[in-house]
């Protein structure tokens, strides 16, 4: 008798969309926390991405680490990178019904490069570079092949993880068009955004950074906009092909 009460009690109490009587913050809240995640996210990375330093060609040598901008561009890059880590899950959850197989293993490999190379590369110019480049008696320790360290480990670790980030990236913005999972000039300026990284065009100061960050950033701080305002998209009462 009870245990039949005990029972009742967790199932009129529990949480029918959550696993068993544990109570989990609801869909529409983890969806909304994630949207803003997303909105901070493309933000501090375009802010960060617009201010880094870039000197005679170089954006990671001595010079560049010490220029104006610095160490403020980097943190908020990287404040934009984790902020991004955190709601990609959520972004996920959001298009898993309209991306496919291939969305997923785009948005897969675009977390995955995220997750080793920017997170990795980050980790090393706010907390190992920089301080090293504006002490005297360090600066000499920074490459000067523009790679920070004169490490093959290193360089392979941001050229392969790149290389992910980037076929992950193309691969989710040609689902999200192919699928009309989002708003078509979302998924265009994903695409855009991959491309961008692999124009041969020289560093210039300002430019540079908004040219790789400005078109995934938009895109991610609309698709965070998309989360926070609606359950789905398109919405129940909007009607398109």
């Known amino acids: 008798m009870t245990t039949d009460t005990h029972t009742q009690a967790l199932s009129t109490t529990a949480d029918p969309t959550g696993p068993g009587p544990f109570r989990s913050p609801r869909w529409s809240t983890v969806r909304k926390l994630s949207g803003a995640s997303l909105v901070s996210a493309g933000a501090s990375c375009i802010a960060g991405g617009t201010m880094h330093p870039i000197v005679d060609g170089k954006a990671h040598s001595a010079e560049a680490l010490q220029g104006a901008g610095s160490p403020w561009a980097q943190i908020l890059i990287a404040v934009g990178t984790t902020l991004l880590l955190l709601g990609l899950p959520g972004m996920y959850a959001w298009l898993a019904p309209r991306i496919g ?4 293993v785009g948005l897969l490999a675009y977390a995955l490069g995220n997750l080793t190379t920017a997170t990795g590369h980050l980790t090393v110019e706010v907390f190992v570079a920089q301080p090293y480049a504006t002490d005297p008696s360090k600066a000499w320790l920074i490459a000067d092949n ?3 360290l004169d490490s093959t480990a290193f360089e392979l670790l941001n050229t392969i993880g790149g290389l992910v980030m980037l076929a992950g990236m193309g691969l989710l913005g040609v689902s999200l068009i192919r699928n009309r999972a989002v708003p078509l000039w979302i998924g265009v300026l994903t695409v855009v955004g991959m491309v961008g990284f692999m124009l041969p065009i020289p560093a210039v100061a300002g430019f540079s950074g908004l040219l790789y960050e400005a078109p995934r950033g938009i895109a991610v701080i609309a698709i965070g906009v998309l989360m926070i305002r609606h359950h789905t ?6 009607h398109s092909a």
Do not use: E, N, S, V
Request: zero cysteines; glycine letters at 8%.
């Open 146 to 148: 523009d790679m920070m």
């Open 233 to 238: 998209w398109p919405p129940a009462d909007h």
């Open 101 to 104: 197989i291939a969305g997923f």
